[in-house]
């Protein structure tokens, strides 16, 4: 979407709108659906337990990675913190050996990194296929951070048989 | 009033629907122009888990360059585009699937891997699960699957990857003890009847049965290669496998060559006088290439496309005006299994009555259905033809042509009588059968046979797609007072 600068008429509101409009039909016509899976430690420390800061699922059907995506708030600064996607049983064939992660690093505030893996051109561009278990995780840092949070942005598209 | 059959007849825009009927051809619609770059090869693979059809295309930009292998979904929306960093046009661009895994290969391009459904990377090898063996780096060349396994050949080298099942494997896994040669260099690879590999090559076509796959190193159970035919390839995607038979172009036209035999499909038109389109020959057929259709090979040669129906012999030469850049590179295969066409400018579904883009409607001319041969003449007597009846049904749309000698037509909408008997119509509204005789006009033009005979030839022309046409055709004829000389001297 594109904000217009300057005065704002409603034609230019109109145009942004039948834009978006038209993005989201198609992709409804494709059945594609975008959703998230989050996860969220609110204090991650050194010795948070592997259960706390994982979150495993079963791809239902085959799904398009789009976007991985990782924040960290924290009052104190380079603080590393890596989110990942991975296969649970560690078998790198399902994202075609590709390492999928962000790292990043904390600054007296909130700091954000993301994979994106959207362009057609992009060099990670897989698919978690159906019945493969994957896993969110985010690494166990250098030192605490607090609100720390990992998302990945999955698409669907429609079953037709 | 003589009767002849012209099944037989050289044909052109001819196919035989699933019904039976001897029909012009449909349209060719173009579904979709891909990247609007040129488009050289392809091949569609279907998700066994998911059942999702994904096309693996090749493109290169307006000169050959930037070899862009991508990946479309079924709508033909583009989901990949990996850049092999090569320049040209790659030849024996093939795809050896096993379960999920899929190797996209070409003697001319790093052989990329990748799960169907997924995407595509550059292939590595994996280790063996056998701790005897050490896994080798990907070979590039042309691929095929067979029994579980990938076949890859290089030159006339034959790489065979471990097999893959449940408890393991995977078709990046290729060993040394696992690597064949052949005599010539390996231009095909199929799998053909029960499973068997079949190498096309430059010293005959060599057959491995699918009992040598059943142990891990393939073949060291005594199972053997054996030559099955004599004849010799000399450039990749010159041979294809429809109905587990190998089809090989030769220099007439093709032949099945995983069995030894003599029998041979001709694709140049006979050489005869001409009304309709030029005459499609060539000096030397291996120049052309040769897909797998549903019924036989489909050959494409330049904007032409020949079609063949082994079932009952049919073959027809195809071409359309739709586009200038049309040139078929490859069929791609939709989630039913129907055949579509790959050209250089897109992707063309074969169905509905016009030629043109899905969207805009028809953009080129009406097809017209011909078919061409002689009219039988004792070589004494010099004919005239009198009249022609030949049917086809086209309703009040198209037309039909007669020439003679490629000199004379006559074309119009058949006039309908009253007698009712149905032979077809191209709509479904009630609107009450028509039986189609076209009788010519008297023909007053004699063809004089000094020195040769039969040559009485006649093109029968049906302008309009799905157009069933007539099997046979009436004529009569009478006979010139004066009998024509012949090589016993003058009467």
Known sequence: ?161 | MPLIDIRSWTKRNIWRRPTGDLCVRPGLRRLSTLSGRRTVAGHSVANPWTFEVWHYIADTDANGKDLTVRIYDEDFIEWQAYSTGVDGVPRGFSVAVVDQEVLICSPDMPTLYGLVGSGLVLAAKVASDNPNTTALPIPRGIAATICNRAVIAEGSTLYISDPTAITGGTIRTFVGQNVNARPGVIFGVHEGAGGALVAVTSAGVYVLDSAAFAVGVVGSNGADWRLANHHQSYSYDSSCAVRGRIYALTQRGYALVDVENDEEALLDDPLQPRLYGPRVSSADWRAARIYPGDDGPLVGYGGRLNVANVTDGLKSWWDTDISADFSVCGVLRDQDGTLMLLSADGVYQIGGNYDGTFTSGSTGLPTKGVLAGPIPSPPQINQTLRSATWRAAIGGDGGVSFAVRGQQQVEGTPVADSRGLIVGVNSWADVGPIYQPTPLARLDESVNFDFNSGDLTMELAATIQNARVGEVLEYTTSESATARKTDRGAP
């Open chain 1, 1 to 161: 979407m594109t904000i217009p600068v300057g005065l704002i008429t409603a034609a230019d509101i109109q145009a942004e709108y039948d834009t978006l409009l038209t993005a989201l039909q198609s992709q409804a016509l494709r059945g594609q659906k975008d959703f998230c899976i989050p996860l969220m430690v609110p204090a991650l420390t050194t010795s948070t337990a592997l259960s706390a800061r994982i979150v495993d699922f079963t791809a239902p059907d085959d799904l398009e990675l789009r976007t991985l995506r990782c924040s960290v708030t924290s009052g104190t600064a380079s603080i590393v913190v890596t989110a990942a996607l991975t296969v649970t049983d560690g078998d790198t064939t399902y994202l075609l050996d590709n390492t999928v992660s962000v790292s990043v690093t904390s600054v007296v505030g909130t700091a954000h990194g993301n994979v994106d893996a959207r362009a057609t051109t992009n060099p990670i561009r897989v698919r978690l296929l159906r019945g493969v278990r994957y896993r969110l995780s985010i690494s166990s840092p250098s030192a605490t951070a607090t609100n720390v949070s990992a998302a990945l942005v999955l698409r669907t598209r429609r079953r037709r048989r």
